[in-house]
């Protein structure tokens, strides 16, 4: 089956490389370039997978729109990876402790071993 | 002279020339008055002097009561000359060390033998304002403390701090430019690396060999570039206290073999084989990525300096398997005696290193960065070395870590369930 992805990343460059890799292997990709699109993404497609979240976003940073989708019960299926470029201890200890599933560091996946983690992350979390 | 004549002869004249003897008297009280304002004057200056000083300077005595205080303490601890003297140091002034909250007493720095001498203490200033939960606010001093001995028993020792406020708040400055502007290089690097890797992997267009080669120089050069931002970083974080580590349990034979493997083609482009370590269980508590940054930098440097001949790994246990010793032997140049003290330094190279032809490109931090990681796991790191015959680079690690294990996936960190 495929999944559905939503990417939240400003980086329009960074974004689309990803969007259309991940999109060529079977994934549904939803893109949006900052935080506020992102929540109304999520409200309007409650069956996404996985969100991949960047966390410095403009209009609304990504702590925040993962605060407020782990506010709402209905969207407890979803796995929120926070994506970073660097190896934050204090970020991203803050993103597990508003819920966040797990964290990958940008520039040191390309494409395929990106696309590796979601799939780990969506189905590990299946065989649970 | 009169002030030269004694007391009793004054009072002999007075019997026998009253007249001389009063003379003589009033010179006398005229002398000792002049020398007594001089005196008084000289005292004044002085004290204003130590009052007015840019130091702040303060005097205790042996129950560490304040004697002195001059302007710059009563500017920095807000507190009157008045108030302070006869108070204990230690009620008044609260100083430090360095940008923790350990408290640095009295005891600790009055009436020692030696002068005492404390880099980096500070205090806090309480500014009000608690809304933000950035960093205390602080202002840092080197602390310097003498005694002086009065002989009649009577010690007190006189404390010194000196504002280096400025020099700390330039090298924090430094290390968050390099933090920001590490981190800002990053995005594009990752655009260009991505863009290029779709290039070479998804396009269905059949590259010529020469293509091939020229989008491989594009990746090798990125990856160096991503190489020296992350040293960059590593270093900034090592200044700043704010490296964090991740620490497993695991068989360090396996990450080994997995980084030779790594760097296995960079070594027989030269020519050079690598003689891998023998087959053993040998677990460790290490931060597995930076145990391999640590082994992949003494490997990458053996490649680079070794011109012919070959590079054994030695993994052994050490001191009744508390550590396992890692060396990378190698058959290059050796590293000249008057070059030792520089090879662990930050920016630090040996010459034979400098000849080695600059399109290899370096930073000079690896090794720098490499003993650091070391360290922070509770091991170490060193060399030995012969001119001419090779060199061998090691590092320890604990079979039991001193710092907290993490459970981790590889990758990405499973929150706490």
Known sequence: MSYKLLLVEDEASLRTVY?????????????????????????????????????????????????????????????????????????????????????????????????????????????? | MPGNTPNTSIISLGQND?????????????????????????????????????????????DYKITLFNKRAEETFQINQK???????????????????????????AFKDKTQTFEHVSIIIDDGDDSTNNELDRIYFNLQSTYVDFKDNKKEAVIALSDITHEVELDKQKDEFISIASHELK????????????????????????????????????????????????????????????IQRVDIHTLTTASIEALHESAQKRGLTIHNPKELVAFAEVDPAKYQEI???????????????????????????????????DEGPGIPYRDYSKIFTKFGRAEEGLKIKTSEGSTGLGLYIAKQFAKHMGGDAGFTSQLGKGSTFWFTVPTKSPLKLNVNTTGTIKPQA
Request: charged share 25%; no cysteine.
């Open chain 2, 83 to 109: 108030d302070a003297i006869g108070k204990n140091i230690d009620e008044i002034v609260k100083i430090y060390k360095g940008f923790t909250l350990e408290v640095l007493s009295a005891n600790d720095y």
């Open chain 2, 18 to 62: 009253p007249e001389n003897a009063a003379k003589l008297l009033h010179n006398v009280a005229e002398e000792l008055y002049g020398k007594n304002l001089e005196l008084y004057r000289e005292q004044t200056r002085l004290n204003e002097i130590l009052l007015k000083i840019a130091e702040i300077i303060i005097a205790i005595d042996q």
């Open chain 2, 187 to 246: 995005t594009p690097i990752s655009i260009v690396k991505n863009n290029l890797w779709m290039l070479e992997n998804t396009t269905k267009k059949k590259y010529s060999q020469r293509d091939l080669k020229f989008m491989n120089e594009m990746d090798y050069g990125l990856g160096r570039l991503q190489n020296i931002m992350n040293n960059l970083l590593s270093v900034s974080r090592i200044q700043q206290g704010k490296l964090t580590l991740e």
């Open chain 2, 295 to 329: 082994f992949e930098n003494f490997l990458s440097n053996a490649i680079k300096y070794t011109l012919k001949g070959k590079i054994t790994v030695l993994i052994e246990p050490i001191e009744n398997k508390k550590f396992y010793k890692i060396s990378v032997i």
């Open chain 1, 19 to 128: 969007a259309e890799y991940l999109r060529s292997n079977g994934f549904e990709v939803l893109e949006a370039e900052d935080g506020e699109q992102a929540t109304t993404l999520v409200a309007n497609n409650h069956d996404i997978d996985l969100i991949l979240l960047d966390i410095l976003l403009p209009k609304k940073d990504g702590l925040k729109v993962l605060a407020e989708i782990r506010a709402n019960s209905e969207y407890n299926k979803m796995k929120i990876y926070l994506a970073t470029m660097l190896n934050n201890d204090k970020v991203i200890k803050q993103g597990f402790e508003l819920g966040a599933d797990g964290y990958i560091i940008k520039d040191t996946l390309n494409p395929e071993q990106l696309k590796q983690e979601i799939l780990a992350a969506i189905e590990g979390s299946k065989k649970n």
